[in-house]
């Protein structure tokens, strides 16, 4: 497999080129490198330094992230982004992004790998952004405690960065948008849930969540964009035998 079989193999599952018109990302290669066949993918949530050196170190060739270098218009390359992309140039590594095709890809998305861990029944497309569902709802046969619903995604989810308990003690309905997405709540609110997990917390919505009488758990931005990028490198060796590595590097944030 070459970086560019490695291009087509994730246009093929994920939603790169449809969804080009509303993601400010410049999703797929990002940066390229000089050919051959691939061994090693590194996986990271972002593209800092430390994430393409460390991608070096361990041999890998490509960088697959979820966050990359490019946002939705030209950047001089000067400065910090000179020196990743230098550090990227000199290891010929190349780099490969994947946001929104990542939030909302109904199997190794970062919010359907998170509901599926919550154990979430009924499962549904949620949170609509310019009409594509990023997030996912479901619920639960049996109503669950706030406590035992977070505890589903391991020992850091039952600490949240920020959580508002304002809802009902027995949980059925749930809501998941990953990341940034505090806003998303007004529409877990209008949808009747009782519990809105996310990335981050706002203190905009804050008298909203308290007054709908929802939960409402920031569970971390990095946190809860791990799961997509996990999950595509667990697909990437099942399909091609090829080596994969995540990079853990927490923001704390």
Same mark, same amino acid.
């Not at 027995?170 to 996310?198: H, K, N, Y």
């Given at each position: 497999?070459?970086?560019?079989?490695?291009?087509?193999?994730?246009?093929?599952?994920?939603?790169?080129?449809?969804?080009?018109?509303?993601?400010?990302? @410049?999703?797929?290669?990002?940066?390229?490198?000089?050919?051959?066949?691939?061994?090693?993918?590194?996986?990271?949530?972002?593209?800092?330094?430390?994430?393409?050196?460390?991608?070096?170190?361990?041999?890998?060739?490509?960088?697959?992230?979820?966050?990359?270098?490019?946002?939705?218009? *030209?950047?001089?390359?000067?400065?910090?982004?000179?020196?990743?992309?230098?550090?990227?140039?000199?290891?010929?590594?190349?780099?490969?992004?994947?946001h929104l095709p990542l939030d909302c890809h109904p199997e190794v998305g970062n919010n359907a790998v998170i509901a599926r861990?919550?154990?979430?029944?009924?499962?549904?497309?949620?949170?609509?952004?310019?009409?594509?569902?990023?997030?996912?709802?479901?619920?639960?046969?049996?109503?669950?405690?706030?406590?035992?619903?977070?505890?589903?995604?391991? *020992?850091?989810?039952?600490?949240?960065?920020?959580?508002?308990?304002?809802?009902?003690?027995?949980?059925?309905?749930?809501?998941?948008?990953?990341?940034?997405?505090?806003?998303?709540?007004?529409?877990?609110?209008?949808?009747?849930?009782? @519990?809105?997990?996310?990335?981050?917390?706002?203190?905009?919505?804050?008298?909203?969540?308290?007054?709908?009488?929802?939960?409402?758990?920031?569970?971390?931005?990095?946190?809860?964009?791990?799961?997509?990028?996990?999950?595509?490198?667990?697909?990437?060796?099942?399909?091609?035998?090829?080596?994969?590595?995540?990079?853990?590097?927490?923001?704390?944030?």
């Open positions: 497999m070459t970086i560019s079989d490695f291009d087509a193999w994730a246009r093929s599952f994920l939603a790169i080129d449809g969804l080009a018109s509303i993601d400010a990302s @410049l999703n797929g290669i990002q940066v390229g490198r000089s050919g051959g066949e691939l061994s090693k993918l590194a996986f990271a949530v972002d593209a800092s330094a430390e994430s393409i050196r460390r991608a070096a170190e361990a041999g890998a060739q490509v960088l697959f992230v979820h966050h990359g270098l490019f946002w939705g218009k *030209p950047r001089r390359i000067e400065g910090n982004l000179q020196a990743r992309i230098r550090l990227l140039l000199e290891a010929d590594l190349a780099l490969y992004a994947c861990l919550l154990g979430l029944g009924d499962l549904a497309p949620f949170a609509p952004y310019h009409g594509v569902a990023l997030g996912w709802k479901g619920s639960y046969a049996e109503a669950q405690s706030l406590d035992s619903v977070l505890a589903r995604l391991g *020992p850091g989810a039952s600490s949240p960065l920020s959580l508002i308990q304002a809802g009902p003690k027995a949980i059925s309905r749930v809501g998941v948008v990953s990341g940034g997405a505090a806003s998303d709540v007004l529409m877990a609110i209008e949808d009747g849930l009782d @519990l809105f997990i996310t990335g981050e917390a706002s203190h905009s919505v804050y008298s909203e969540v308290v007054e709908a009488g929802i939960h409402f758990a920031a569970l971390g931005h990095y946190a809860t964009e791990t799961f997509g990028v996990k999950a595509v490198a667990r697909r990437l060796g099942a399909e091609t035998g090829l080596e994969t590595l995540f990079l853990d590097l927490p923001t704390g944030l």
